[in-house]
């Protein structure tokens, strides 16, 4: 079965600090993977997504992930953390049976401190 | 422009009750997909339609959950006798088409269903 697991539900960063958010999946097929943001009162925003091409995947707002087939790992970075980055950040997986809806982690909330 | 809406924003039921519950998705989009969101919890899966019909009802939790979409455009997620349990943050996206290439989903903000 397709799944993803966030270590961390909580992630506190300084800003100017680098952010590094983990995300490892299982899948029985080749995965594709995304990371969403979810503001306080807003949907859910695409930041990037895997689909087998590139396997360093750049998004909006200077996030990136790499996928890395040994590790199972789809981690989201970004070099410098701005307050505005402050968020759910939730890792999802594509589900089996041919369409591309995500199967969601968990969530990691992201807190920037001045 | 005009993202997916949802209607309403907020719902306070009592236990037993039925409720609806409303999505606008953008206009043109043939896809549309409903998500369950518990507190502290990534979005669940409900179900997707492709136009007018349910392609995936996976799912949906049990038979007091049901979902239209009569015209292809707008959906309603229905839910019979609630339950304390169905608390949560139901969304809904949707996307320009689904099937054998990927497109993105536009997610709504959701609306707060209260079980009391």
């Known amino acids: 079965a397709q799944s993803v697991t966030q270590l961390g539900s909580h992630v506190s960063v300084s800003e100017g600090a680098l952010v590094l958010l983990r995300c490892n999946y299982s899948?029985?097929?080749?995965?594709?993977l995304f990371w969403y943001v979810q503001y306080p009162n807003q949907g859910l925003q695409l930041l990037l997504k895997y689909t087998s091409a590139a396997t360093l995947v750049k998004g909006i707002n200077g996030f990136e992930a790499e996928f890395k087939k040994s590790e199972t790992s789809f981690h989201l970075t970004k070099p410098s953390a701005h307050m505005s980055d402050a968020a759910e950040y939730f890792c999802a997986v594509r589900r089996a049976g041919g369409s591309y809806i995500p199967t969601f982690g968990r969530g990691t909330s992201l807190i920037v401190h001045p | 422009g005009a993202g997916v809406s949802q209607t309403p924003s907020n719902k306070v039921t009592e236990k037993g009750k039925y409720v609806e519950l409303r999505c606008d998705p953008i206009s043109g989009h043939t896809a549309l997909y409903w998500y369950r969101q518990s507190l502290g919890q990534g979005p669940e899966f409900l179900i997707y339609f492709q136009g007018t019909g349910a392609a995936d009802d996976s799912g949906l939790p049990n038979d007091r959950f049901f979902a239209v979409r009569p015209e292809g455009s707008v959906s309603t997620l229905k839910i019979q006798r609630t339950e304390r349990g169905d608390s949560a943050v139901y969304l809904c996206a949707s996307s320009p088409n689904s099937g054998s290439s990927y497109n993105e989903q536009f997610f709504g903000p959701g609306t707060r269903l209260t079980v009391l």
């Open positions: 899948s029985s097929v080749p995965p594709y």
